[in-house]
């Protein structure tokens, strides 16, 4: 779990959020979307929660070990009751 600011690329407004790496595991089903993007109206917040790879997952740990992760993109398609995160993509410092 990571704090996280979410920008439109039309926008510069800034809306904090949390960023949620998931590994998959055996118990875990297997998804077709690359994850989902949740609206907190409470908190006035966005919640992004990343399906990854366990490769994937291991390798962003050690970029986050060595604080060089410099942005996470994410292809949203919108729903009426979610935002299916359809690909994402990270870079690096």
């Known amino acids: 779990m990571l704090p996280a600011f979410f920008r439109r690329d039309t926008t510069t407004f ?39 790879t366990r490769e994937q997952f291991s390798d962003l740990l050690r970029v986050l070990e060595t604080k060089k992760l410099k942005t996470v993109r994410l292809q949203v398609a919108a729903n009426k009751e979610e935002w299916i995160i359809e690909s994402w993509d990270a870079s690096v410092a």
Do not use: F, N, Q, R
């Open 14 to 52: 800034d809306w904090p959020g949390i960023l949620w790496l998931i590994a998959p595991t055996p118990l875990l089903k297997v998804h077709k979307d690359a994850g989902v993007l949740v609206e907190s109206k409470e908190l006035m917040s966005l919640t992004a929660s990343l399906t990854t």
